[in-house]
């Protein structure tokens, strides 16, 4: 009897390898490894923007609007939960991807107003902040790429035969990647104009 259940699991094991069980699994815990480090470097980004504000705000008060913009941003960033049930539930993910590029407009408004500062520009905190706010910029650029690369060779896994009846059978569906909100607007070269705009008529 037990040589029986030996043979049988044996089977069972050598059937779930065959039939991409395990490929799904690695290829699933590769890309919550890789969510958890674009999150934590998007947490990275949020945990300077209230020293930028504060930077800019000792030299350039009266850009209340653009400060509060960012402060908002970042606290919509702040009330969404980024767990790893983000990855099943396309409508939560895309939630999460539009408060950061809500967090990022908010952040390039900011630096624009900035280029208003010369005495700002030249603060040692604030350029001290600026370096690290690019240094994270490129960290989650690289973690992003890390994560839609793992993505997509899950998401063909899932799809490609057989596996894709293992996938249906332990109910594993594709994930959401990250993507472009307005494909029309970056393919459009932007305007470059040095004239100073009109003073206003009186």
Known sequence: MRKILTVLAALASLSLTNCGYN?????????????????NQYQRRADLVPNLVNSVKGFAQQE???????TNARAKVGSIQATPEVLNDPAAFQ???????????ALSRLLVVTENYP??????LF??????????????????NRYIKAVQEYNVTIRSFPTNLTAMAFGY???PNFSVENEKAISTAPKV??????APSK
Not at 95 to 105: D, N, P, R, V
């Open 173 to 175: 569906k594709e994930k």
């Open 95 to 105: 939630k999460f991807q539009a408060a950061q590029s809500e967090l990022s407009s």
């Open 193 to 198: 104009d040095f004239n100073p705009a009109p």
């Open 127 to 144: 350029k001290d902040l600026m370096s690290q706010l690019e240094g994270t910029e490129n960290r989650i650029t690289v973690a992003r």
């Open 64 to 70: 209340k609007d653009v400060l509060l913009g960012v």
């Open 23 to 39: 490929a799904i699994q690695s290829e699933d815990e590769q890309i919550k490894a890789n969510w958890s480090e674009v999150v």
């Open 119 to 124: 005495q700002l520009k030249s603060d040692a």
